[in-house]
C-alpha cells in the first residue's frame, strides 16, 4: 500500500510595510510555482502579528502559511526564490508527519497599536 504524498507547510513571513499589491504578487509567485510543480492544498493569511524577536529589524510581519506537495525540485526551487525576494522577511519549508492536524483557520487577536497600552 502507497503512503500518501506528504505534506509540506511554507511558513511566510513578509515586510508589513509593503504596500499591500506587493504582498499580493510575491504571495500570487509562490502559488503559482506551487501549482506548476506540485499541488496546492490549502493558503492561511494569519495577518499582521509582532514577532518573537527582532528579525533583521522588523518588529512585526505579515505571517501567511501555505500548504503543498511537493516535489524536491519544487522544494530547491522555492527555497531559492523566497531567499533573493525582496519582501520575504523569513520563510520555513516544514514536512509534517502523517496524522498532524490542520492548522487553525484564525486572524490576529492582537495588533500593536504603538500606543502603550498593550505593553
Known sequence: MAL???IYDLNLLLDSS???????????DV???IVKQG??????????RPTAYEVRKHKDASYHLIQF??????????GHS????????RYRVI?????????????????ATGDGADD
Open 69 to 78: 506537495h511537493a516535489t524536491p525540485e519544487l522544494l530547491q526551487a522555492l
Open 95 to 111: 514536512k509534517l508527519r502523517h496524522g498532524t492536524p490542520p492548522p487553525p483557520e484564525q486572524r490576529p487577536a492582537f495588533v
Open 82 to 89: 523566497l531567499k533573493i525576494t525582496d519582501g520575504v522577511v
Open 31 to 33: 502559488e503559482t510555482m
Open 18 to 28: 509593503l504596500d499591500e499589491d506587493r504582498r499580493e504578487k510575491i504571495l500570487a
Open 39 to 48: 499541488e496546492l492544498l490549502g493558503v492561511h493569511d494569519w495577518g499582521v
Open 4 to 6: 500518501a504524498p506528504p
